[in-house]
């Protein structure tokens, strides 16, 4: 089932939100892919192209935080880490056979972004902003 995003998802700041929704689009393409059964070189290749994009994305938003003196810039980090070695995890799985495309795999994807966007990205988005 693909994400819709959602207005409460937005954490109110342009550029980091039009990230997440390119992550969200990527989650879904992954998805669509999955539910057309194209063939695993299609899937793994936005597999990538979704785990490039999120290195991407943490690296830019560690930029953001660092540039207005975030105070848990460090924890914030340290749970990019963590998300990123799953997903990297995920996508050695994949290339070895392992795991295929399914179901528990989007989900687990789906409900990363949105956690890590509601919980995470949110406070630190808030005293950004003077909330």
């Known amino acids: 089932m693909p994400v819709v995003w959602k207005p409460e998802y937005e954490v109110g700041i342009e550029s980091v939100d039009e990230q997440h929704k390119h992550l969200v689009s990527l989650i879904n393409k992954l998805e669509e892919a999955k539910a057309h059964e ?8 936005i597999f990538y192209e979704l785990v490039d994009y999120t290195k991407y994305h943490f690296s830019e938003e ?3 935080l660092k540039s207005f003196e975030y105070e848990n810039l460090m924890v914030h980090k340290a749970q990019h880490k963590v998300l990123v070695k799953q997903i990297v995890d995920i996508l050695n799985g994949l290339k ?3 795991y295929e495309v399914g179901e528990k ?3 687990m994807l789906q409900n990363w972004l949105i956690k890590h966007v509601l919980k995470h990205d949110k406070i630190y988005a808030n005293k950004y902003l003077g909330n």
């Open 38 to 45: 194209n063939e695993n070189e299609v899937i793994h290749d």
């Open 96 to 98: 070895k056979g392992e």
């Open 62 to 64: 560690e930029k953001f």
């Open 105 to 107: 795999l989007t989900l």
